[in-house]
Nanobody
Framework: QVQLVESGGGLVQPGGSLRLSCAASGDIFSTYLMGWYRQVPVKQRELVASITSTDNTNYADSVKGRFTISRENAENTVTLQMNSLKPEDTAVYYC?????????WGQGTQVTVSS
């Protein structure tokens, strides 16, 4: 049983910032990567950012230069710093962890960017 708990979502004005955090617990065995996906109605869930066990990062083109993913001191904790937020960033953000078996998912946290 792997559990992912997200925090930090909310309402912010365009140009503002939010910081999302995700903590994983349970029978993980070995983490290959952790990351964030986002989803809006009628759209496919899309990768926002990920970070591997060797700290290699990957970002969606739409967030490069604005978002930064990083590991916290705890190995299975990840943070997404979101700056210069745009209305099109509005979505439910899902934390994910991949190990040797599969991807695991959090419940999601709402991010709304609006004036």
């Amino acid at each position: 049983q792997v559990q992912l708990v997200e925090s930090g979502g909310g309402l912010v004005q365009p140009g503002g910032s939010l910081r999302l955090s995700c903590a994983a617990s349970g029978d993980i065995f070995s983490t290959y990567l952790m990351g964030w996906y986002r989803q809006v109605p009628v759209k496919q869930r899309e990768l926002v950012a990920s970070i591997t066990s060797t700290d290699n990062t990957n970002y969606a083109d739409s967030v490069k230069g604005r978002f930064t993913i990083s590991r916290e001191n705890a190995e299975n904790t990840v943070t997404l710093q979101m700056n210069s937020l745009k209305p099109e960033d509005t979505a439910v953000y899902y934390c994910t962890l991949r190990n040797i078996v599969r991807y695991y998912w959090g419940q999601g946290t709402q991010v709304t960017v609006s004036s």
